[in-house]
């Protein structure tokens, strides 16, 4: 598989450059325009939305950075879909950290769904690396959706970087089935929620929650960042307003605000239920002052699917946060995804497992 820079040719119905010969050229900021002269088979990524994404669209990355925090318990809930550990290629010790360029070689693969930025920050790799593993590899198009990077909000949101992964992959058709079944969700979700003035706040926390080191980092509900979008879907308000701490805050700045909710961003995914129960809510509520926060009084921690959310986590995600913040519209939370009675799941594990599966190439 041959890919170059450079955007020619004429727009075809799904929004892909076609540039002859079969070839097609897609562009996912913040890199430049890629043609593709065949499909690409394999793919990397650095565990992000772009995991997740490639999985709704029924491809398992060929390597990877690291499995840490990755969110694979979730495709365990879905018939006939599995991820395969032994067979991707590693390449990091950690997400962040411990890079070796001889394993983007190693791994060769057609293409790399990983913003380029991340490897200049977790890597501290330069230009001209990336240009190296590039062109002797395999190009660059992936984007940083989770949240602001380097001053610049998300190119995308969730499904738009989706629908650039479909048009790389050539699998539209499976993407608008995907978009017409969470059309679906989304609107059955949204149409039991109570008036926009009834609903409650949320301090959203990110980077894990430690009662007892005094320290939270906040992450902005109202901005279109993809790891606090399951608050957005259900309507919460960012207990800060527009005012999102740049800085760790205090229990003096959460008392200061008192959300209604104190949501564990991620915790969905990197917790059980009796890890978050142990290690979150029962030492906020034995902490001086955690205990004084209405949030904690009244059982109000909740968690979400966050960090590595794409499109099968926020299906997860959103049902749970639904049944952990509006029970009496969406049922009661077990505490486990999996755990869920089949007649109170709120979307069709079934049916989103045929969607997955369908891996029907097109280029319509």
């Known amino acids: ?11 075809t119905a799904g929004g892909t450059t076609a ?55 979730y495709y365990d ?12 290629t590693l390449l990091a010790g950690d997400a962040e950290s411990s890079y070796d360029k001889e394993n983007f070689y190693t791994a060769n693969v057609d293409v790399h769904i990983i913003d380029p930025r991340l490897l200049k920050s977790y890597a501290n790799w330069k230009d001209a690396d990336i240009e190296e593993i590039a062109k002797n590899v395999g190009p660059f198009a992936g984007s940083t959706i989770r949240f602001a990077m380097d001053g610049t909000d998300p190119f995308y949101d969730l499904y738009g970087a989706f629908e650039k992964a479909a048009k790389i992959f050539q699998r539209q058709r499976q993407f608008r089935e995907w978009q017409s079944f969470y059309d679906e969700f989304h609107s059955r979700i949204t149409s039991k929620l109570p008036p ?44 800060f307003g527009k005012q999102t701490p740049d800085a760790a805050v205090g229990y003096e700045e959460l008392l200061d605000v008192d959300p209604d909710y104190i949501g564990g961003v991620g915790l969905l995914t990197s917790m059980n239920h009796d890890e978050f129960t142990s290690q979150v809510v029962e030492p906020l509520e034995a902490n001086a002052n955690g205990q004084s926060l209405n949030a904690v009084k009244n059982g109000n921690v909740v968690r979400t699917g966050g960090q590595y959310m794409g499109p099968i986590v926020d299906l997860f995600s ?34 989103l497992s045929e969607i997955i599966n369908s891996n029907g190439n097109d280029s319509t």
């Open 1 to 11: 598989m041959n890919s170059t820079g450079g955007n020619s040719g004429a727009k």
């Open 19 to 73: 540039t002859g010969s079969g070839s097609y050229s897609v562009r996912v900021k913040p890199n430049p325009s890629q043609t593709f002269e065949s499909v690409p088979e394999t793919y990397a990524i650095i565990p992000s939305a772009w995991l997740d994404i490639g999985m709704a669209l029924g491809k398992q990355p060929a390597a990877a950075a690291s499995f840490k925090r990755a969110p694979l318990k």
């Open 77 to 88: 809930q879905l018939p006939n879909v599995a991820f395969d550990k032994e067979s991707v």
């Open 196 to 239: 926009k003035a009834e609903r409650p706040s949320v301090a959203a926390i990110w980077r894990g929650i430690n009662p007892d080191s005094g320290e939270f980092r906040i992450s902005a509900v109202y901005k279109k960042q993809n790891n606090t979008r399951s608050f957005r879907t259900l309507g919460l308000k960012d207990a």
């Open 318 to 351: 959103t049902e749970a946060l639904a049944k952990q913040v509006f029970p009496d519209q969406f049922g009661e939370w077990p505490g486990s995804i999996g755990d869920i009675p089949k007649n109170e799941r709120l979307f069709d594990r079934k049916r």
